[in-house]
């Protein structure tokens, strides 16, 4: 058997994770030279920060200038938590899920809220379930990218604008990569550490007009802690969409959230990032297409994540081996790129289909991603010689 020899090239940026994703190009430590540390939030310079944070973000994402930003504990989770806590319950619900975190959100409202009048619409990893059934006179959750199944919805026409319910949505590894349209969104929520880089404990959640009159005209039958709080006296608590954070925030960390936001208008705002998600994730599109042995996990080409790319191994001699089998191949390219300091936590997700999850978020230089391409296939054919050798 000829020796498998290791590509030359090397990618210069091995940080492939979905999560936290790899800091912007040029990133240093100098970089948060400026965060007030050992100050308050609440002091004059902590507020200034706070509110430039909030800002940038709404010139960014073209975020309507009537809709409200606010920066939350807790990373995305505790930002979806805090809406479907203080917004549910109000009318029926229609639940989305195909990938584990939006199954998540539907066991916490089944369970965890225990409301009973909600409808579940879900799908296997790698598909959408069928949008056309969803009733927007209901509450919808829904994630507008699958970070864990690398399927996303292709765009916000699904949604009426005359709806009477409220759209809350998860775009935690879509926002700063992906065009959502606001018009058709009532709650978004984020984290730093995705398409940015930033660092993580912190949430965005972002509310329309409609949501904010819907958290000022109904209570909620349950008690809400402290943290998931956003109204007094049957009015909005306008200083969390101000800067005036509920908890208290890492000064350290949203110094260098305001270093990524800065970053990402240098380069052209939206259309700058997504253009840098597009063209790497590109790279990876074209690779498979080119390679019969490995394949998008998302069935359909409209519905691919320029994110969270997910692939499965899809060689005949690795689908005839059992499940935990597939699993320790997957396993064993992963290991075998992170030692060589190719490709770190590139692993599928834990919940996931066994295969391959490479970020291609807007801080992956595409030279990078393309210097990564020839090492998958080494690692595949270093794992399938050793499973042919285990075999004789």
Request: one cysteine or more.
């Amino acid at each position: 058997m000829a020796d498998i020899v290791a590509p030359a090239a090397r990618p210069a940026n091995a940080h492939f994770s979905s999560g936290p994703c790899s800091k912007r190009p040029g990133w240093s430590l100098d970089a948060l030279a400026d965060a007030p540390l050992g100050r308050s939030h609440r002091a004059k310079v902590g507020k200034a920060k706070l509110k430039q944070a909030i800002d940038l973000t709404r010139e960014i994402l073209n975020v309507p200038a009537d809709y409200r930003i606010g920066i939350v504990p807790a990373s995305d989770t505790g930002a979806v938590e805090m809406a479907m806590w203080s917004l549910l319950g109000e009318r029926g619900i229609d639940m989305l899920a195909w990938e584990s975190f939006g199954a998540g959100w539907v066991t916490d409202v089944v369970k965890q809220l225990k409301l009973k009048d909600v409808r579940k619409f879900e799908a296997p990893y790698g598909e959408l379930p069928d949008l056309a059934q969803v009733d927007f006179d209901r509450d919808v959750v829904f994630t507008w990218n699958g970070t864990t199944s690398g399927v996303r919805v292709p765009n916000a026409d699904f949604i009426p604008a005359d709806r009477k319910g409220l759209t809350i949505c998860d775009a935690t590894s879509a926002a700063f990569a992906q065009d959502m349209d606001f018009s058709k969104l009532d709650v978004v929520t984020f984290s730093w550490q995705k398409v940015l880089g930033g660092e993580g404990g912190h949430g965005m959640l972002i509310l329309s007009p409609r949501a904010v009159e819907r958290l000022e005209s109904y209570v909620p039958a349950w008690p809400l802690p402290k943290i998931f709080r956003m109204t007094k006296g049957g009015k909005l608590i306008e200083g969390i969409f101000t800067g005036e954070t509920i908890n208290t925030p890492s000064m350290l960390c949203v110094e260098d959230y305001i270093d990524a936001l800065l970053w990402a208008k240098s380069i052209g705002g939206l259309t700058g990032l997504m253009a840098r998600a597009d063209a790497n994730a590109k790279v990876i599109f074209d690779f498979v297409a080119k390679n019969d042995w490995i394949a998008n996990l998302a069935k359909v080409e409209a519905t691919r994540s320029n994110t969270s790319v997910c692939l499965t191994i899809v060689d005949p001699a690795v689908l005839a081996l059992d499940a935990d089998a597939q699993a320790a191949f997957a396993k064993g390219m992963v290991n075998a790129l992170d030692k060589e300091g190719i490709a770190f936590d590139i692993g599928a997700y834990r919940d996931a289909p066994s295969g391959l999850r490479i970020w291609a978020g807007a801080t992956i230089e595409t030279a990078d991603m393309e210097a990564l391409m020839p090492w998958l296939t080494y690692a595949f054919e270093k794992q399938k010689a050793s499973l042919a050798k285990a075999a004789a």
